[in-house]
Nanobody
């Protein structure tokens, strides 16, 4: 059974960097066709894709967040991390990590973490 668990501070000050870690258990991070993604949901809004890291270690980011986002991984710990710099109150959201399985023309978010609330406030 694959499980993902987010961890990190729940309160971040404006202009600082938000850092979250997702720990993956029950599955390898180095499987082909499997990506690991970060998604968030601001209060009262829908889900927003932030980015993902793929088997090779390459990363892909939402154009609207790309300049402030970095996703990395530590395969020895089965973890991947999100760093979002220069945060503002608009970055307040529940942040989720998720696993994505992809095929030739399809993809599925098959496992999700429970989500962690991050509030940006002074």
């Amino acid at each position: 059974q694959v499980q993902l668990q987010e961890s990190g501070p729940g309160l971040v000050k404006p202009s600082q960097t938000l850092s979250l870690t997702c720990t993956v258990s029950g599955g390898s991070m180095l499987s082909n066709y499997i990506y690991y993604s970060w998604i968030r949901q601001p209060p009262g809004k829908g889900l927003e894709w932030i980015g993902y890291i793929v088997y090779s270690g390459s990363t892909y980011y939402s154009p609207s967040l790309k300049s402030r986002t970095a996703i990395s991984r530590d395969t020895s710990k089965n973890q991947f991390t999100l760093q979002l710099s220069s945060v503002t109150p608009e970055d307040t959201a529940v942040y989720y990590c998720a696993r994505v399985i992809s095929g030739r023309n399809w993809y599925v978010y098959d496992y999700w973490g429970q989500g962690t609330q991050v509030t940006v406030s002074s």
